[in-house]
């Protein structure tokens, strides 16, 4: 959710969105008036929610103040999972538990030339590839965790200048992915809250992404330092993603991955 000059910054806390009329330095925003009007909504009952006076708005409400606020569909979606709440049995998993259909276990076997990794809402690893246990030791082998190899030490010096735009971008679509009311998540909340020095300030930005495709940098000697290209495929009737690595054939990126595959086998 990027905020533009002139408009309101909304943030998301507790069901319910809460207005922040400009900043310091720039109080050019919407009035409150202006957000129950575009959203057709009383006034009255806007302020009620903006203070958290009424819990479970309407679903048509929460979609005519997303309109009113030109969220986009990341956005929107966390706004109405977050009125919604999730269900029972999405509580009490935990990475150990997540079971990945066999068809997935099946085609992580079958791909010895693209680096694929299973993650869940959470960002735990489920399972790997032996490539793409290769490509990226510190972090895509089962039981870690990406969002906390992120914020590591070791990340932030492999990863460069970069690394304030990816850990962003991760911390969003955690937000978005994850549930709230389950223990693992509120474990690695905490954590990473209280032992690193940048995620607090990331975090209080109330960001929400889908993470569909970006690309990260990997060092692969002898190559050095190369940028390559993956995908998110969520995997149907779960909450878990198949993150697949791959960039078109004659790229750098792609010649890397050939011969790290090459040096595993």
């Not at 129950?36 to 006076?53: C, D, F, K, Q, T």
């Not at 935990?94 to 997935?104: F, G, L």
């Not at 209080?204 to 970006?214: I, K, T, W, Y």
């Amino acid at each position: 959710m990027d905020e533009d000059d002139g408009e309101v910054r909304h943030d998301f806390l507790s069901g319910v969105v809460v207005m922040t009329l400009g900043s310091a330095a720039d109080p050019v925003g919407l009035r409150r008036e202006e957000v129950a009007a575009l959203a057709r909504i009383n006034p009255e009952y806007y302020v009620r929610l903006e203070r958290g006076h009424d819990h479970q708005p309407s679903a048509q409400v929460l979609l005519a103040l997303a309109q009113a606020l030109k969220l986009d569909d990341a956005a929107t979606t966390y706004l109405l999972r977050l009125n919604s709440g999730w269900s029972p049995s999405a509580m009490e998993r935990s990475p150990a538990s997540q079971k990945i259909p066999e068809s997935v276990t099946a085609l992580l076997r079958t791909l010895q030339d693209v680096p694929a990794v299973v993650v869940d809402g959470n960002q735990d690893v489920l399972a790997a590839n032996p490539l793409a246990q290769a490509l990226q030791p510190a972090s895509m082998q089962p039981g870690r965790n990406l969002l906390l190899a992120t914020f590591s030490a070791g990340a932030r010096d492999r990863v460069g200048e970069t690394w304030r735009s990816l850990a962003e971008r991760l911390v969003a679509s955690f937000r978005l992915r994850s549930n709230p009311n389950d223990p693992r998540f509120r474990e690695l909340l905490a954590n990473l809250l209280i032992q690193d020095a940048d995620f607090p300030g990331i975090w209080a930005r109330h960001e929400v992404a889908d993470l569909s495709f970006d690309t990260t940098q990997h060092r692969i000697e002898p190559f050095g330092v190369v940028t390559v290209s993956w995908q998110h495929l969520q995997v149907p009737n779960t909450d878990t993603y198949l993150v697949l690595f791959a960039d078109p054939p004659g790229s750098p990126a792609a010649a890397a991955i050939r011969y790290l595959a090459e040096s595993i086998r």
